[in-house]
């Protein structure tokens, strides 16, 4: 829509009612409500699409990265009604969208391909036959689609059914279609991908490569480009390589040739994505293009902007994807409203590009991506050093972010050499995951300092508001006459109690005791925009953070990190919370039943699935948290669940028994 607007275009939105209210909503000229939440009764809805095309008269449709991007039938439903499509023909949709067809295409054309099984026998015992002729590992791919979806690793025959059965339902839920191919799995590869470009006059080129190797569940965290430690020599076949497979199709438009390379540099054609990628702005930073503004010129028959000689390679960019997800819980996917968000500052090194704003909610009905921060520098080493900066910069309250574990993965000295696969993450598990310390003594005195000089402003806020005259007993500085008064407070760090003993000094200034250690402790609010800054001084170190109380919590953002400081919830609260856990399992997150393996009377054992459930796109089996008996199975299929609702509940012992 920036681009739309710079170029003197008009843009339409069309919403679900999970979005009436968001930035995309609010940017558009026009916007129209096309259905309930779930994307089948509105994004995938292609009628109702279609229908606001006419109604607001709109001559185009871009399809953005998902739903009806790589849709052949959308694609060509398009054309039919007069409206472009702004994307490649429908033919090279189909061609390239499905696996099998694309790959006997680069085969033919000379591009080399991973060996596997594309055929349309999709019987269990005929893939199954065929993954033990490739050779296990093997991966489980669906036919159509990306983004991951539908997309299984077997490591052996015993668990190879298992993990058809997941991928088919992965790829019918997001994609309507669970046909599967077999692939040989290529251990510790790199995914470099390729940006290329076609027009409708036989034209195209590439943007060189990018790297999007360190993944989880398949999806790309991080992305950069060019590609670390690729000779100019392999960029240059690897970019030919691509051309070669967008001519292939007669491609029209922006497109990605994705490859595995192994660690000789030897690259395999893996698929094409018939659309524009979530990660397209590192290219146009390392390019300085807008590769939006390319799709509308290319999609209302001009040229290609540049030749391939005119594309020039400059300086390094990183792209990192904020999630609201809980990497230490395998990455959980987790809905909730952005309660606090403040971003670095936008410029020409450094891009945001997001949907939200502070006070609005990340919905449980689509991706829990909340932002792609991108950066750019001369060299590598400074865009990694600007992407560590900015990612410090990122404040989010109200919901789990994976925002200290990028700067974890950005900050690993292999990262940090380029020495990148797919298999990083759990290769170097333990650095990534240490195990977590004890919050300094230091920093739970400033949290207890912020906890303090808040309620004091906001006392005195209130003093001033009064008509009454001021009182010597409604003091909030803590100041008693002849008295040394000191306070109690109890604060926590993840499910541990550490008492703080606060004494006032005359001076302003206070000692706080933790065990037997005493700090000489002041310090200040300070008001910056709309956020809060604690500046403080412990034992003669100062120091300056942003300051975030909410929902019982104390949030302090330092240049070098976060700190987060509990205050404890009263016991009788805490019981009824706890309580669901220990009868049976609750819901990880919000989401909707998709299938429900139980019922009543039936005896499980620890680990046993119980249900599966559907949020945020991804699939999540519910286990069995202990052996035991059901007793009541509180959702069916089709239902949705909040986080934390019992989902399943066991028999007591005693009941058992009997």
């Not at 005929?126 to 299984?152: D, N, Q, S, T, W």
Request: charged share 25%.
């Amino acid at each position: 829509m920036r681009t739309a607007k710079k170029m003197g275009v008009k843009s339409v939105a069309v919403y679900s009612e999970a979005d009436r209210n968001s930035m995309h909503v609010a940017m558009a000229d026009e916007a129209y409500c096309i259905g309930p939440p779930p994307s089948q009764q509105s994004y995938l809805a292609m009628e109702k699409i279609l229908e606001v095309a006419k109604v607001s008269a709109a001559q185009a449709i871009h399809p953005g990265y998902g739903f009806l991007s790589e849709n052949t039938e959308f694609a060509e439903l398009c054309k039919q009604q007069g409206i472009i499509f702004i994307g490649p023909p429908s033919s090279a949709i189909r061609d390239m969208g499905i696996k099998s067809t694309s790959k006997a295409i680069m085969s033919a054309a000379g591009v080399p391909v991973v060996e596997g099984y594309h055929g349309e026998d999709q019987s269990d015992e005929c893939l199954k036959e065929h993954a033990r002729r490739i050779g296990y590992p093997v991966m489980i791919k669906a036919v159509r689609g990306g983004g991951g979806k539908g997309m299984r690793i077997a490591h052996s025959e015993k668990e190879f059914l298992d993990q058809l059965e997941s991928a088919r339902r992965e790829a019918k839920k997001s994609f309507n279609d669970d046909a599967m191919l077999i692939e040989k799995f290529v251990d510790n590869p790199r995914h470099v991908e390729v940006q290329v470009f076609g027009d409708q006059h036989g034209n195209a080129v590439y943007l060189f490569e990018r790297d999007c190797s360190v993944q989880r569940r398949h999806q790309k965290i991080i992305e950069e480009a060019p590609g670390p430690g690729i000779s100019p020599e392999v960029r240059r076949r690897l970019g030919e390589a691509a051309v070669k497979a967008a001519k292939a199709v007669n491609y029209v438009g922006a497109g990605t040739v994705e490859f595995i390379m192994d660690s000789q540099h030897n690259f395999y054609f893996m698929e094409m994505n018939t659309r524009l990628q979530v990660e397209h702005p590192v290219t146009e930073m390392i390019t300085g293009t807008d590769l939006v503004e390319w799709q509308l010129r290319v999609a209302a028959g001009e040229k290609i902007p540049l030749t391939q000689e005119e594309i020039l390679l400059q300086g390094h960019a990183f792209e990192a994807r904020i999630y609201a997800e809980d990497p230490n819980n395998n990455f959980m996917p987790g809905a909730g409203p952005l309660l606090h968000l403040s971003t670095p500052p936008a410029d020409r090194f450094t891009r945001i590009e997001t949907g939200v704003r502070q006070g609005d909610e990340v919905s449980v009905h689509y991706d829990p991506m909340i932002a792609k921060l991108v950066v750019w520098a001369e060299d590598r080493q400074a865009a990694l050093r600007r992407l560590r900066y900015s990612l410090h910069q990122y404040n989010i309250v109200g919901l789990s972010t994976n925002i200290d574990f990028l700067l974890s993965l950005s900050g690993h000295p292999q990262f940090e050499a380029g020495n990148v696969h797919t298999n990083f993450i759990p290769q170097h598990h333990d650095e990534l995951f240490p195990t977590k310390k004890a919050t300094p003594h230091e920093v739970m005195c400033q949290a207890a300092l912020g906890l303090i000089l808040k309620e004091k402003m906001l006392t005195d806020a209130f003093r001033d508001q009064s008509d009454d005259k001021f009182s010597p007993f409604a003091s909030s500085t803590g100041r008693r006459i002849n008295i040394c008064y000191t306070r109690k407070m109890s604060l926590l760090d993840g499910e541990n109690t550490v008492d703080v003993a606060v004494s006032y000094n005359q001076d302003g200034s206070y000692k706080m005791q933790i065990q037997d250690k005493t700090f000489q402790i002041s310090g200040e609010i300070l008001k910056e925009g709309d956020s809060l800054y604690l500046r403080s001084s412990v034992n003669g170190t100062v120091s300056k953070s942003k300051l975030v109380i909410l929902d019982n919590t104390i949030y302090l953002f330092f240049p070098e990190g976060s700190a987060q400081v509990g205050l404890p919830v009263p016991k009788y609260l805490s019981a009824v919370s706890s309580g669901a856990e220990q009868s049976g399992a609750v819901a990880p997150m919000t989401g909707t039943v998709e299938k429900v393996f139980v019922k009543a009377g039936d005896k499980v054992q620890t680990g046993d699935p119980l249900m599966v459930m559907i949020a945020m796109k991804m699939e999540h089996t519910i286990r069995a948290p202990k052996a035991g008996v059901i007793k009541k199975v509180n959702f069916q299929e089709g239902a949705q669940a909040n986080r934390h609702a019992p989902l399943v509940e066991f028999m007591d012992e005693e009941a058992e028994s009997k």
